[in-house]
């Protein structure tokens, strides 16, 4: 069974940088075409996908946002590292992290998420 | 890349079926059938319900299908239920190896 969890601050300074961990299990990022993606979503609002990092420690960004993060991996522990820089009271919103299949083109499962709030 | 278009909102009774489009272009929908559909619940995570345009995972509901035409896909739900009330987002992989996802539906049984 696969599951995802993500952890970090749930209050965020606004200039501040956000890292975020989404601990895994149930599957390897060292198993050929396997990813991990991010996903955020505003209170309210629609999802918008943020980063994607696969087994081969190639990685894809959103193009609005690539000035400002990194994803990273460390398979040893089953760990996927999100960093945000600069934020702003608009990155207020529940960040998920989800498992990408080996050679597919969706999400799946997703963890539960996490609420971070930016706010002096 | 500007999200995939979805209409805000789609109600029906229980019972009927009913369709949530969503509208993409030449770089996402109209080149690529890589077209997954998600169902969130209040509070909760997206689950995915349909992937690569019509496949559904298995223990989802058969009254969940999907279709593309075009720059356009679909999702029908048939035979509404009380329990598909939920927000419905579409999503598609880019040209550019990216993914954009729609501005969601939110689903109502009347």
């Not at chain 1, 420690?57 to 089953?78: F, G």
Request: hydrophobic share 30%.
């Amino acid at each position: 069974q696969i599951t995802l969890k993500e952890s970090g601050p749930t209050l965020v300074k606004p200039t501040q940088t956000l890292t975020l961990t989404c601990s895994f299990s149930g599957f390897s990022l060292r198993s050929n075409g396997v990813g991990v993606g991010w996903i955020r979503q505003p209170p309210g609002k629609a999802l918008e996908w943020l980063a994607l990092i696969y087994w081969s420690d190639d990685k894809e960004y959103s193009p609005s946002l690539k000035s400002r993060l990194a994803i990273t991996k460390d398979s040893s522990t089953n760990q996927v590292v999100l960093t945000m820089a600069n934020l702003d009271p608009v990155d207020t919103a529940t960040y998920y992290c989800a498992h990408r299949r080996q050679r597919s083109y969706w999400f799946d499962p997703w963890g539960p998420g996490i609420l971070v709030t930016v706010s002096s | 890349q500007s999200a995939l278009t979805q209409p805000a909102s789609v109600s029906g009774s229980p019972g009927q079926s009913i369709t949530i489009s969503c509208t993409g272009t030449s770089r996402d929908i109209g080149v690529y059938n890589y077209v997954s559909w998600y169902q969130q619940h209040p509070g909760k995570a997206p689950k995915l319900i349909i992937y690569d345009v019509s496949n559904r995972p298995s223990g989802v509901s058969s009254r969940f299908s999907g279709s593309k035409s075009a720059y356009t896909a679909s999702l029908t739900i048939s035979g509404l239920q009380t329990e598909d009330e939920a927000d419905y987002y579409c999503a598609s992989y880019t040209t550019s190896n990216t993914y954009v996802f729609g501005g969601g539906t939110k689903v109502t049984a009347l």
